[in-house]
């Protein structure tokens, strides 16, 4: 069964992957002094922080779909599953104990305070969700610190310097 939230987090984890490579690209520029590898590096980095963004927007608004994503997930959700998830959070039932949703083995029915599982669980997965989305601002902002680092360094290398070919480079390579 296709989990809604599969794809941004799928993508989070495969632009992980995908940065380490491009890292590698970035240091092999910097240790080579390579005018190609760091301009590939800049390139790549750029195009990575346009879709490490989507991703983390799509998360964001995946948040406003939580209550119909728990509500169609607990009408499919077999009863151990249900049995489970009551027993964790300490209610009964999705919307209330006697709404007919609730697994057999209901712990907190003999208690004046049992509650439906719904606003529990949609606010534990509102919190997962906003971390998600921290981790890739976060992520973000790092990505966007390493352009900024790599424009220096390539100012720094080509501004007019010799590199290690002995070669003198031109004064428009400054720019980027």
Same mark, same amino acid.
């Given at each position: 069964m296709h989990h809604p939230l599969v794809s941004p987090l799928a993508g989070i984890i495969a632009m992980g992957v995908i940065l380490l490579c491009i890292g590698l690209l970035g240091w092999?520029?910097?240790?080579?002094?390579?005018r190609r590898?760091?301009?590939?590096?800049?390139?790549?980095?750029?195009?990575?922080?346009?879709?490490?963004?989507?991703v983390t927007i799509a998360v964001l608004a995946?948040?406003?779909?939580?209550s119909d994503l728990l509500r169609d997930e607990w009408r499919d959700a077999k009863n151990d599953t249900k049995n489970d998830i009551q027993r964790q959070f300490g209610c009964c039932g999705f919307d209330s104990p006697d709404? %007919? #949703?609730?697994?057999?083995?209901?712990?907190? /029915? &003999?208690?004046?305070? $049992?509650?439906?599982?719904?606003p529990k669980l949609k606010e534990d997965l509102e919190d997962a969700l906003?971390?998600?989305?921290?981790? %890739? #601002?976060?992520?973000?902002?790092?990505?966007? /610190? &390493?352009?900024?680092? $790599?424009?220096?360094?390539?100012?720094?290398?080509?501004?007019?310097?010799?590199?290690?070919?002995?070669?003198?480079?031109?004064?428009?390579?400054?720019?980027?």
């Open positions: 092999y520029g910097a240790q080579r002094s390579s590898a760091l301009s590939a590096f800049f390139v790549l980095l750029f195009l990575l922080v346009l879709a490490q963004s989507s995946k948040e406003d779909e939580v709404d %007919g #949703t609730r697994g057999p083995d209901c712990p907190c /029915l &003999a208690t004046s305070s $049992c509650t439906g599982c719904f906003e971390v998600i989305a921290g981790f %890739g #601002t976060f992520v973000c902002a790092l990505e966007l /610190l &390493a352009l900024a680092i $790599c424009v220096r360094l390539k100012r720094d290398i080509f501004g007019g310097q010799i590199d290690s070919k002995g070669q003198q480079y031109e004064s428009w390579l400054n720019t980027f």
